[in-house]
Nanobody, 122 residues
Framework: QVQVVESGGGSVQAGGSLRLSCAAS????????LAWFRQAPGKKREGVAC?????DTTYGDSVKGRFTISKDKNTLILHMDSLTPEDTAMYYC??????????????????WGQGTQVTVSS
């Protein structure tokens, strides 16, 4: 059974940093993409960052230069710096059984975590 479990959300003041983790297990594909998406109340889901089996990364325009995605075996890490109130959202970890690593096609992601809340105050 595939499991995707996020941790590490919380509250921080603007300009601060947070680190999110995601543990993915139970899958058998050798080629995967692991990504973070986020959704704020009343807004569309947004792709944040992705990393694939080969270590290739993709970032959403709004987080480039501030967020860093990395992977250690089956654990996904999102390090978030210079946070702003606009980063406030529920953050979801997602697993795709392909290496495309496309943030624009969320339907490609087969498995999703339950989400972890990030709140940035001004």
């Amino acid at each position: 059974q595939v499991q995707v479990v996020e941790s590490g959300g919380g509250s921080v003041q603007a300009g601060g940093s947070l680190r999110l983790s995601c543990a993915a297990s139970g899958y058998s594909s050798n080629y995967i993409s692991l990504a973070w998406f986020r959704q704020a109340p009343g807004k569309k889901r947004e792709g944040v960052a992705c990393i694939n089996t080969y270590g290739d990364t993709t970032y959403g325009d709004s987080v480039k230069g501030r967020f860093t995605i990395s992977k250690d075996k089956n654990t996904l890490i999102l390090h978030m710096d210079s946070l702003t109130p606009e980063d406030t959202a529920m953050y979801y970890c997602a697993l795709a059984l392909t290496a495309w690593c496309r943030l624009s096609v969320s339907d490609e992601y087969n498995y999703w975590g339950q989400g972890t809340q990030v709140t940035v105050s001004s």
